[in-house]
């Protein structure tokens, strides 16, 4: 039967160590579905891999070198709900990475209207391409499509570009990577490792607004948890608290955490506030037009009370909880963030076809003095 966003696709294995298997090969995603897939090296070496793809591509030898990297594989990117950056900064990492695309934004233009199955869509495009990229209204239904790929003699990998209110991991490996970025030491020497020390630890990091849907606070809080140390603090009305299931996992791994509804009296403590739209677009009823979500926004005044070091983020697109007056601060790292997820996209596909070793190496050779 197929699901409903009330009722969502069911994985197949409750326990979420089956379900990273299944997604996993040789101990590394293959399938990118879940934010729990990614342990901490993985995390520090993708960044790490952002990075030199950033340096390298910064020449036209070295961006002619990458784009011979994946110019033999094709990307779908079956994105069927709304979507400005994560389709943006797929199509620029494939072309970073020479990775040829073809895109399905709209089921209109697909035999769905004739009757076909959402599934067989999917199978079809597995004969066609190398790779699909998908952002999708059900929760579960990208890895719903990753085990049924699995089934097929031809599986190919399946990126998770946003599933429902549930998880969207690129964008929290974006998220962690402009957070490193934002911590890292100025003064460090360029040499010096930059991801492998724990910059989380003693950190406080808010996430506010609407919690309990957003689905990029859901991912990247269970990426924080690789990092021990860290603080959160999950600021947002009480009818829109992030999920049991998330701070079940949080409390497992014994991360600090705590509830506030007010952003301002606490606003000096943060090293870095993740901003939130109001995700309504869920509403069953219009429940949330009720919500002051005046009190989950960070305007200009409150700027005087930053600590000079905080970072403040947001996955875009804003409204008015993120006053445009304060983009011109230097505690701006969301328009970073926006160029950052282009880098990690590229690192991420650069990963799952193992070409990573290629570009360490091309690295080594040429970038390192
Ligand atoms: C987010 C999303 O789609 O979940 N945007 C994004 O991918 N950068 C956040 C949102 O829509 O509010």
């Given at each position: 039967m197929p699901a409903t966003e009330s009722q969502p696709y069911v994985p197949t294995h409750p326990d979420t160590a089956h379900r990273i298997a299944a997604l996993n090969r040789n101990d590394k995603p293959?399938?990118?579905?879940?934010?729990?897939?990614?342990?901490r090296p993985a995390v520090d070496q993708l960044c790490q891999l952002a990075d030199m793809i950033r340096s390298i591509g910064g020449s036209r030898q070295g961006s002619q070198f990458l784009q011979t990297?994946?110019?033999h594989r094709r990307a779908m990117l079956y994105f069927i709900q709304p979507s400005t950056r994560t389709f943006l900064s797929f199509t620029a990492a494939c072309q970073i990475v020479g990775m040829r695309y073809s895109s399905v934004?709209?089921?209109?233009?697909?035999?769905e209207v004739k009757g076909e199955s959402e599934d067989d869509t999917v199978r079809t495009f597995s004969q066609y391409f190398d790779l699909i990229i998908m952002r999708h209204p059900l929760e579960g239904f990208a890895e719903h499509v990753a085990n049924m790929l699995n089934e097929m003699p031809r599986t190919i990998p399946v990126l998770n570009a946003g599933s429902g209110k549930d998880q969207h991991p690129t964008q929290a490996l974006l998220d962690i990577y402009t957070l490193y970025r934002s911590f890292?030491?100025?003064?460090?020497?360029?040499?010096?490792?930059?991801?492998?020390?724990?910059?989380?630890?003693?950190k406080t990091i808010a996430f506010v607004g609407?919690?309990?849907?957003g689905r990029t606070v859901r991912s990247l809080t269970y990426l924080l948890?690789?990092?021990?140390?860290v603080r959160l603090v999950f600021v947002s009305p009480p009818q829109l608290r992030i999920g049991d299931d998330i701070l079940d996992y949080i409390s497992r791994l014994g991360i600090e955490y705590e509830f506030s509804?007010?952003?301002?009296?606490?606003?000096?403590?943060?090293?870095a506030i993740y901003m939130t739209r109001l995700?309504?677009?869920?509403?069953v009823a219009g429940e949330?037009?009720?919500?002051?979500?005046c009190a989950y926004s960070l305007s200009y005044?409150?700027?005087?009370?930053?600590?000079?070091g905080l970072a403040i983020l947001h996955p875009?697109?804003?409204?008015?909880?993120?006053?445009?007056?304060?983009?011109?601060?230097?505690?701006?790292?969301y328009w970073a963030q926006v160029r950052n997820g282009m880098w990690m996209r590229s690192a991420l596909m650069a990963s799952v076809f193992n070409v990573d070793v290629a570009i360490r190496d091309h690295y080594h050779a040429y970038y390192t003095f």
């Open positions: 293959f399938h990118v579905v879940l934010a729990q897939q990614f342990d990297l994946l110019s934004r709209d089921r209109s233009t697909s035999s890292a030491d100025p003064r460090a020497p360029r040499e010096e490792p930059r991801y492998t020390r724990n910059v989380f630890a003693g609407d919690l309990k849907r948890c690789r990092y021990p140390g509804d007010d952003l301002r009296s606490s606003i000096g403590e943060y090293d995700q309504d677009e869920h509403d949330s037009k009720s919500i002051d979500y005044e409150m700027a005087k009370d930053f600590k000079p875009l697109p804003r409204r008015n909880e993120l006053d445009q007056r304060l983009d011109a601060l230097p505690q701006a790292k």
